[in-house]
């Protein structure tokens, strides 16, 4: 991936997430599926400009959904999506997250 624009999609602000940058100093992203630890840690350096210690990915696979309308039933899937978890050198941080 060529475009480090492409690789981190938007951060995740959630309980979960806010608690982990409390305690652990860590920020949680929606990245590409495609993307892999290494072009994630360069995309968030160069981005923010901070120092990554560690990258850790998960997948988070979509739902189910289904719709009644008039019409019928209608069932269909949510796109399935991953998760960075970026921990920052000691005393680094991300400003985007503090203006939540």
Known sequence: MADIRKIIFKPVITERSTRL???DNKFVFEVDR???KREIKTAVEKL???TVKD???S?????MKTTFMKSGRFTGK??????AFVTLAKGENIDIFDQV
């Open 21 to 23: 940058k409390e305690s």
């Open 34 to 36: 495609r993307a892999n």
């Open 48 to 50: 923010f400009g901070v």
């Open 55 to 57: 990258v850790k990915t």
């Open 59 to 63: 997948i988070v696979r979509g739902k």
């Open 78 to 83: 949510r796109p399935d999506r991953k998760k």
